[in-house]
C-alpha cells in the first residue's frame, strides 16, 4: 500500500519519513450561510525525507488545505499530522514556533513586503526569529546568491520579474535552515520557461540542502518536471500515489487520465479526435494507443506487427518522451477493422510488456478524401 516509503537506493531499508498524514479529515466549520465542507477525508500519505513529492489537483480539491496542516495553519479534525515524527496538534506555543522555522513555505503570488528590498524581505523571518545582525549578515547575501540574484539585492519586489520575485520567495523560506518546504502553486503565476528555471532551482535546493519538498500544483508538466512521487486528489480523497513514471505510463484512475490527456503523445492529434467515434464505419480505422515502456521502448514494434501479421499500420501521432528519467514513448495507429486482428496484436503486445488502449474508430470524411489525406501524411 505505501508504495512512497520504499527507498529506491535501499529497497529494504525503512526510508526516514519527513511528513506522515495519518488518516486525516478537515472539515471546515460553517460560514454564514453555508453548509459545513468536507475538504480532506481519510488522507494517508507519507513524504520520505529528502524526497520531492508532487500533489495534483484541480481547484478545490483540498490541495492548500493539505499543505496548510504540515504547518499547523490548520488542524485536523480526524486523524493526525506528523512532522519529524512530532504531531503537529497540540504543541505548546513555543515548540509549534520551533516546528514552523523547520518548515518553508512558497505561494502563488510569492506575498513579498513591496516596502522592503530582496536583502530585507530574505531577512524577515530572520529578524522575527531574533537573529542578531552578524547572523542575518551571514545567512542573507549567501541565500541570495544561491537563488542567483545576487544583482538584485537592494530591489524592491516591484523592480523584479515574477521567476526573480519567486527566487525571493524561495530564499526568505530557506532563511531559517527549514528541513522541510511546502509549495503551494510556486510557478502557477509563471510561464513555461520561468517555471522550468524554478522547478530547476527546487531540484538543485532539494539535492544540496537535502531539503524534503511537498509540493502541490494542479499542472502535470509541474509533476513530471520535479517529482519522483506523486499523489493525486480529488474532492478531498487521495485516488492514485505511486512513482511517478507508474502514474505517467500507467494512470489507474480516471483524475488521473484526465491529467495526462493534454500530455505530449497522449493528446490524439485534432484532425484524429475530430473523427473518431465508438463504432465502425464504412472505410473506418480501428485506432489503438500503443505504451512503450522500459525494456521494450525502442523495439521496432510497428515492422514486427507488420511482418507477423501481414497488415499495414497507419501512424497517426505520438512522441518519445522521458520521465523521471526513464524512456517512454506513445503511438497513436490506426489498424484495419478486423477483431481477430485486434486480438492478435494485443497479445502481441502484452508479451512484450507494452500496453494497448483500444480508442475507437477512425474515418476520413468521404467528402475531402485527398484533403483529409494530406492533413495525417506528414506523421505516417
Ligand atoms: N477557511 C475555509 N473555510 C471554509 N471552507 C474552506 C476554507 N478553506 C478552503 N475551504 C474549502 O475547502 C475545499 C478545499 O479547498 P482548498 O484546500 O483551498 O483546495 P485547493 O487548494 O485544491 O483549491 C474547497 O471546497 C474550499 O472552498
Ligand atoms: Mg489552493
Known sequence: MNTLLSSPDRPDAPAEVAVRFEDVSK???ARR????????????????????????????????????????????????????GTDVANLPEEELRQLRRSIGMI????????????????ALPLEIAGASRAEIRARVDPLIDLVGLADKRDRYPAELSGGQKQRVGIARALAT??????SDEATSALDPETTRSILDLLTTINQELELTILLITHEMAVIRGIARDVAVIEGGRIVEQGDVFDLFTRPQHPTTRAFLAAESGRALPPFVAEH???TPAPGSQQVLRIIFRGAHATDPVLSQITQQFGVAVNILGGAVDAIAGRPFGTLIVGVPEDPPLLEHISAFL??????????????LPAAS???ALGEVSHVA
Open 369 to 371: 478524401p485527398a484533403q
Open 276 to 278: 473518431l467515434s465508438a
Open 350 to 363: 502484452a508479451a512484450r510488456d507494452l500496453d494497448l488502449e483500444v480508442l475507437g474508430h477512425f474515418a
Open 33 to 84: 450561510g453555508q453548509s459545513t465542507v468536507a475538504a480532506l477525508a481519510d488522507i494517508d500519505l507519507s513524504v520520505r525525507a529528502g524526497s520531492i513529492l508532487g500533489v495534483i489537483g484541480r481547484s478545490g480539491a483540498g490541495k492548500s488545505t493539505l499543505i496548510r496542516l504540515v504547518n499547523g495553519l490548520e488542524l485536523p479534525t480526524a486523524g493526525r499530522v506528523l512532522v519529524g
Open 107 to 122: 505561494f502563488q503570488h510569492f506575498n513579498l513586503l513591496s516596502s522592503r528590498t530582496v536583502h530585507d524581505n530574505v
Open 177 to 182: 535552515r527549514p528541513s522541510v518546504l511546502l
Open 27 to 29: 472539515t471546515y466549520a
